[in-house]
């Protein structure tokens, strides 16, 4: 058993439709089959769907992770990812200072995205 077990909970809006939901539980299991790096990954909505930020928090700390890094799956830094969810993750950190809970940088703002848009969109042609 790894007892620094370091998870990835990943952030989405949440939506009505259930199977939007099921696309990020998708993406979330797929990176865990290919992370290295994380021996937990989940999935946790903003608003509307379940689990939300804190319970996908708390169903990381049940799965002993020991240090949790929460990404934004949002492609623009709006008032979800400048505002909400960072207010969110501190009202956490208080509740676990034990465990230590990083938010990481918002997916759209990397920049293998431009790369990610400009392969789909050339493959379409």
Not at 18 to 46: D, P, R, T
Not at 76 to 97: F, W
């Amino acid at each position: 058993m790894n007892i620094n077990k370091k998870a990835l909970l990943v952030v989405a809006h949440g939506s009505r439709k259930k199977i939007s939901n099921i696309e990020i539980h998708q993406l979330a299991n797929n990176i865990a089959l290919k992370s290295s790096v994380f021996q937990i990954v989940e999935a946790c909505f903003l608003e509307i769907a379940n689990p939300s930020i804190p319970q996908g928090i708390e169903n990381c700390i049940h799965r002993n992770a020991k240090d949790i890094l929460v990404m934004p799956y949002f492609l623009a830094a709006g008032k979800h990812v400048m505002e909400d969810i960072p207010e969110i993750i501190t009202n956490e950190v208080l509740k676990y200072p034990d465990i230590p809970i990083k938010l990481s940088s918002y997916f759209g703002s990397s920049p293998v995205v431009v790369d990610i848009v400009k392969t789909l969109a050339e493959n379409d042609i």
